[in-house]
Nanobody
Framework: QVQLVESGGGLVQPGGSLRLSCAAS????????MRWYRQAPGQVRELVAYISSAGGSTNYADSAKGRFTISRDNAKNTVYLQMNSLKPEDTAVYYCNVNWVSNYWGQGTQVTVSS
């Protein structure tokens, strides 16, 4: 079955960086576009970044442009989200997502940006 396991979240000061990872299994990873979403307390889940199956196309939410970078390693079945210049408003649970026949989500990883 499809499994997505996120890691790499934590507490970081404003201006700091984090790298999130999402290890995928149970589907043909190299054929699937991948997405990162986030959900802050009391807010709707929002799309942060998208990467095509081969990694040649990426898209970002306006809030992430210039600070976040999505990438993937198809040999390792892993997608990453490099987050730089983090702000308190980036605080949220970050989720990995794939639409492979059905929509699948990981369990999420908490990112807290605070001094």
């Amino acid at each position: 079955q499809v499994q997505l396991v996120e890691s790499g979240g934590g507490l970081v000061q404003p201006g700091g960086s984090l790298r999130l990872s999402c290890a995928a299994s149970g589907f043909s990873f190299s054929r699937a576009a991948m997405r990162w979403y986030r959900q802050a307390p009391g807010q709707v889940r929002e799309l942060v970044a998208y990467i095509s199956s081969a990694g040649g196309s990426t898209n970002y939410a306006d809030s992430a442009k210039g600070r976040f970078t999505i990438s993937r390693d198809n040999a390792k079945n892993t997608v990453y989200l490099q987050m730089n210049s983090l702000k308190p408003e980036d605080t949220a649970v970050y989720y990995c997502n794939v639409n492979w026949v059905s929509n699948y989500w990981g369990q999420g990883t908490q990112v807290t940006v605070s001094s």
